[in-house]
T-cell receptor, first 113, second 114 residues
Framework: AQSVTQLGSHVSVSEGALVLLRCNYSSSVPPYLFWYVQYPNQGLQLLLK??????LVKGINGFEAEFKKSETSFHLTKPSAHMSDAAEYFC???????????FGKGNQVVVIP | DAGVIQSPRHEVTEMGQEVTLRCKPI?????LFWYRQTMMRGLELLIY????????DSGMPEDRFSAKMPNASFSTLKIQPSEPRDSAVYFC????????????FGDGTRLSIL
């Protein structure tokens, strides 16, 4: 079964600094990978997805993620953090033919002015 | 495009009462998921449907919880009787159902059982 690991439940970043959230997956076959963002009192919103096309995926709000098969990773980055990036971020994985997503435990991002 | 619509947004009720949460998936999506989110346990999948048929209900906590999907545009999650430990945010999500597609989430129902 596929699974996702996100380390560090809380991540603090200074405004204007790099945002880096790590995601490692476990899967026996090529996976489909997603990053979601959850703002307070809202549902999860899709940030970006990897579906076996380009390994560098660009998403909304200036975020991007790179799929590295050799490292089984799909880390999320944003060059310059903004106060509005304060939210919880979830990495998720699924396989073709399987509708069920396996979510990581999430990273709560705090942006320090 | 209309997203996943959940109602009510907030529900406060007393222990022992029946609670019904409602969800309208995105039109054309044939997979529907119910999740529960708490601080302690994070995001948990309760049950999911494919073409209105329950596929996996292993996440349903106990017999007090039940879910139905009578047609492609409507699903309910019912708790009877409710208990304080059921307090959480309940999300509904839908997806097109083909492999590798993302799920689209509603804004959730914040449930408080007193």
């Amino acid at each position: 079964a596929q699974s996702v690991t996100q380390l560090g439940s809380h991540v603090s970043v200074s405004e204007g600094a790099l945002v880096l959230l790590r995601c490692n997956y476990s899967s026996s076959v090529p996976p489909y990978l997603f990053w979601y963002v959850q703002y307070p009192n809202q549902g999860l919103q899709l940030l970006l997805k990897y579906t076996s096309a380009a390994t560098l995926v660009k998403g909304i709000n200036g975020f991007e993620a790179e799929f590295k098969k050799s490292e089984t990773s799909f880390h999320l980055t944003k060059p310059s953090a903004h106060m509005s990036d304060a939210a919880e971020y979830f990495c998720a994985v699924t396989l073709y033919g399987n509708n069920r997503l396996a979510f990581g435990k999430g990273n709560q991002v705090v942006v320090i002015p | 495009d209309a997203g996943v619509i959940q109602s009510p947004r907030h529900e406060v009720t007393e222990m022992g009462q029946e609670v019904t949460l409602r969800c309208k998936p995105i039109s054309g999506h044939n997979s529907l998921f119910w999740y529960r989110q708490t601080m302690m346990r994070g995001l948990e999948l309760l049950i999911y449907f494919n073409n209105n048929v329950p596929i996996d209900d292993s996440g349903m906590p106990e017999d007090r919880f039940s879910a139905k999907m009578p047609n492609a545009s409507f699903s309910t999650l019912k708790i009877q009787p409710s208990e304080p430990r059921d307090s959480a945010v309940y999300f509904c999500a839908s997806s097109p159902g083909t492999g590798g597609q993302p799920q689209h989430f509603g804004d959730g129902t914040r449930l408080s059982i007193l």
